[in-house]
């Protein structure tokens, strides 16, 4: 309630004004939440539909408000990917740089890598479906605002290529393979399982990620290791 002094410097309560109501603002905490809300949602509307293909009033619908209001949060579309696609690849980064750290041993150091790439398969699997399908798309917008998924990849390559090599150096890996052609191997095999892998199934992504470990250090075929072909 507020007050003021009158003319003999006694204080008076301000009577507030018929019929006026408190004006609230959204909290910090309550904006954020809405914008992640409406970042997942769209992330969602790409993965299903496309990047391109996806409207700003599909969003807006899907979100139960208008398109208007949308406008609020994100000056386009664009900034909306991009905001799904640079927090995936943070994280992706990230927790890659986390796994150099120390002085483990390339072949630890490989298999929790591979650990890291499997896992982001749930809580990224809609920024993955959108990597896949409209990489190309986003590279050719003009401006390059979308030039860091180029910086990222070659970095993520860089770090498993030097653990490759690493590992051939210290006598773990074959010498014989390519590091190169084996870390993309790795990673497609990765990024493509999110085409077909479904949570609550029979295996989650860490018996994913320990099956694949299991084959890509000790192989398929039983017996002597051959290069021959069958």
Known sequence: MNTRKN????ATTSPKRAGATKRTTPAPGA????????VKLAAEIFARKGFQATTVR?????????SGSLYHHFDSKETIVDE?????LSDLVGRYRAALEGDREPRAVLAEMVRIGFGTLEPHRAAITVMQN?????RSLPGGRFDY???AEDEVERLWIDQIKRGQAAGQFRP???PKLTYRMIRDTIWVAVRWFRPGGRLNTTALAEHYITVLFDGLATGERTSQRA
């Open 176 to 178: 014989d393979v390519d």
């Open 7 to 10: 003319s003999g410097g006694t």
């Open 84 to 88: 799904v696609l640079s927090h995936f």
């Open 149 to 151: 998924l180029v910086k």
């Open 58 to 66: 599909e969003i807006a619908q899907e979100a139960g408000i208008l």
């Open 31 to 38: 904006a954020s939440e809405r914008r992640d809300h409406l």
């Open 134 to 138: 409209d990489w190309s798309y986003l």
